[in-house]
């Protein structure tokens, strides 16, 4: 029977993925916030772009950051964005996959405690249909599009690229 190689004390794990913190990011969601008139309360919030992709299936997330994260960063949510995709889409598909991500971010303050909690809100929430009210689906079926001809992902397939 062959031994498995473990890793040892200052070993290092190889990846192809590359984070990069964005103003550019930053600025559209900026925009974004004051034109949907959003409110996060005390709540950071961090842009990133992930290169290559966060994976082919998946263009954008949000997520709480753990309490390491907030320590260094003082961010409380992090919006991660594949980046080759990002880089093919146009200014309104942007603001619309941000929409969309800046509505996942919900703290909520408890008066009991008196302090914020910070939360991640689920897309099934009411909210989210006041993307598709106001905007429609389009930019949601651009983003599909944009990476499946990005991966060479086959036609059935691209309806599993989420957000």
Not at 51 to 66: E, G, Q, R, V
Not at 94 to 119: G, I, S, T
């Amino acid at each position: 029977m062959e031994e498995k190689e473990a890793l040892k004390p200052g070993d290092t794990i190889a990846s192809n993925k590359q984070l990069m913190e964005s103003p550019e990011v930053q600025k559209i969601a900026e925009t974004v916030i004051e034109r949907e008139n959003l409110d996060f309360g005390p709540a950071s919030i961090g842009y990133f772009l992930v290169y290559p992709n966060l994976s082919k299936y998946k263009a954008a997330k949000c997520k709480k950051a753990s309490r390491e994260v907030q320590y260094y960063s003082g961010n409380n949510y992090l919006i991660e964005i594949s980046g080759e995709m990002w880089d093919m889409l146009d200014q309104k598909t942007r603001e619309m996959v941000l929409f969309h991500q800046l509505l996942h971010v919900d703290p909520v303050y408890k008066a009991k405690n008196q302090e914020w909690k910070m939360k991640v809100r689920k897309p099934d929430f009411s909210d989210f249909y006041e993307i598709n009210d106001k905007y429609g689906n389009d930019w949601y079926k651009t983003v599909q599009a944009t990476v499946s001809s990005l991966y060479d992902l086959d036609p059935k397939r691209e309806s599993k690229v989420s957000l």
